[in-house]
């Protein structure tokens, strides 16, 4: 007994040592990919410049208290002493028709253009994904015809128009104007994820997973899942900025994000009118917009080129 104990030691320890080396390269390997993922990205000027955008004003967005001049301007206020200010230093993007700063509305108003683009994705992701996959898998059977004729009938709408009609029948508000976006958004998804999985449940890697006995979950969320992931990120990217105009032209129409709260589609609309004299109230706020959705447009292009280049 105790040569076998003494006998099995050195067997335990080599083994551990194995591990532990595997697990070493494992690491190593991943920081290369890493890295020459990054190195691929930064490559190209405009999609680090796109990426630092939407670093810059998701930063700025959250620290809006702090970095804002004015951050009392985002709430109730009014300043009849300083109504329609033009842009100086004291109020880099002037004042608005009661006084308030431009600049700390803009800033505030980028807190909710991001918050409609997050939650719009993190709804219609999961669902479009989910039943484009389930019906790509099973091409041919009732459950892809289901899926995908709802589909094509959601698809057959205008996105704006199907938008608008949803949010005029539910109260004006953020949250109500986040699901009118997301009821037309969610059938993208589910046309882009069916295309792949329809190419990808042919392919050798899942009839191999289903002669080996593995179960339809384990297929769609093992197999054929990882393997979309590139396009729906760079999609997801690229869509961001989309939402983003969505989310501000239903606040331009008045049936987004209502007054007081700072919205830049609803101060585009209020300083509509006092154009061209007082050209900020308007020109500022849809700067802003621009520069978001620039920014997430710029990072979308520079995933794509990215996800390309590896699969050369």
């Known amino acids: 007994m105790k040569m076998s104990n003494h006998s099995t030691t050195p067997t335990v320890n080599s083994a551990n040592i194995v591990l532990s080396q595997i697990e070493e390269l494992r690491r190593?390997?991943?920081?290369?990919?890493?890295?020459r993922s990054w190195y691929k990205f930064s490559r190209n000027p405009l999609s680090v410049i796109g990426a630092l955008t939407?670093?810059?004003v998701t930063l700025t967005a959250i620290f809006a208290p702090w970095v804002a001049p004015y951050p009392t301007h985002a709430d109730?206020?009014?300043d009849f002493?300083?109504?329609?200010?033009a842009p100086s230093?004291?109020?880099?993007?002037?004042?608005d028709q009661v006084g308030r700063d431009v600049?700390?509305?803009?800033?505030?108003?980028?807190?909710?253009?991001?918050?409609i683009g997050v939650v719009v994705l993190v709804c219609v992701v999961p669902l479009g994904v989910l039943l484009g996959i389930i019906a790509g898998y099973y091409r041919g059977t009732w459950l892809e015809i289901v899926i995908m004729r709802i589909t094509d009938i959601f698809l057959g709408?205008?996105?704006l128009i199907m938008a608008l009609a949803i949010a005029a029948v539910l109260q004006p508000n953020l949250i109500n104007s986040m699901i009118a976006i997301s009821a037309m958004w969610w059938p993208w998804y589910t046309r882009l994820a069916y295309g792949m999985a329809s190419t990808l449940r042919n392919e050798y890697f899942v009839i191999s997973a289903e002669l080996n006995g593995a179960k339809p979950p384990h297929i769609l969320f093992r197999e054929i899942l990882p393997n979309m992931a590139a396009p729906i990120f760079t999609k997801m990217s690229l869509d961001m900025g989309w939402a983003i105009i969505f989310g501000a032209m239903l606040?331009?129409?008045?049936?987004?994000?209502?007054?007081?709260?700072?919205?830049?589609?609803s101060m585009v609309s209020d300083g509509a009118i006092y154009l061209p004299e007082y050209w900020w109230i308007t020109l500022f706020p849809a700067f802003g917009i621009v520069i978001i959705v620039l920014g997430f447009n710029l990072l979308g292009d520079g995933l794509n080129d990215l996800f390309a280049a590896e699969k050369v």
């Open 28 to 35: 190593k390997s991943r920081r290369e990919q890493i890295g």
């Open 54 to 56: 939407v670093l810059l």
């Open 76 to 78: 109730p206020y009014v």
């Open 81 to 85: 002493a300083n109504v329609m200010k």
């Open 89 to 95: 230093a004291e109020h880099l993007f002037g004042t």
């Open 103 to 115: 600049l700390s509305r803009v800033i505030f108003g980028s807190r909710f253009s991001l918050l």
């Open 157 to 159: 709408v205008p996105p």
């Open 251 to 265: 606040s331009f129409v008045g049936l987004g994000v209502q007054p007081p709260t700072p919205d830049v589609g």
